[in-house]
């Protein structure tokens, strides 16, 4: 059974001009240790959600073999930026985790210019604005210049959507 997330992608920059199709939680801890999501759902998409680990060489094969089926790792580096609670996010940089998920992506061959980083989920939902973003951001460009940042947020019909100015990608899901 695959287990399938969509939601629309939007640019916001023009410059990045780049067309994703489908989406899929593939690499997350969802398949179970007989199923490959990741080559099942290759055929109709062509990015792919990959999440840490804590393993240094699981996650470089992680990122490797989404690449070598042609898709754009999406690695979500939310948890290591940020302390998750039922109704809250706070910055919490767990250095070590990031110097160990820069090892990671070394070590997959995988280029930054050929990565997003999945930078936070509903952000808007916890209190988290874009100036709160933008230091995690910042180091992103200076530890993976050419990787690209991405922010979902949950759209609310009755507030206008703030789009960080400084992500790649800003997407949402309602």
């Known amino acids: 059974m695959i287990r399938v997330l969509m939601f629309v992608l939007l640019l916001a920059a023009p410059a990045s001009a780049q067309n994703y199709f489908g989406y899929a939680g593939v690499i997350c801890g969802l398949d179970g240790p007989d199923e490959d999501f990741a080559a099942e759902v290759a055929p109709f998409t062509n990015i792919a959600h990959v999440c840490p680990t804590g393993d240094?060489?699981?996650?470089?094969k992680n990122l490797a073999r989404t690449y070598a089926l042609g898709m754009t790792p999406l690695y979500h580096v939310e948890p290591i930026f940020f302390e998750c609670g039922q109704r809250s996010m706070s910055r919490r940089p767990d250095t070590a985790l990031w110097e160990q998920t820069l090892r990671s992506i070394a070590q997959s061959g995988v280029l930054a210019e050929s990565l997003i980083l999945y930078l936070a989920d509903e952000p808007s939902l916890v209190s988290v604005w874009p100036r709160q973003l933008r230091p995690v951001i910042q180091r992103i460009q200076t530890d993976l210049p050419g990787a690209r940042a991405m922010v979902i947020d949950a759209f609310q019909s009755r507030h206008?959507?703030?789009?960080?100015f400084d992500v790649d990608y800003w997407g949402f899901n309602s």
């Open 56 to 60: 240094l060489a699981l996650d470089a």
């Open 160 to 164: 206008p959507p703030i789009v960080p």
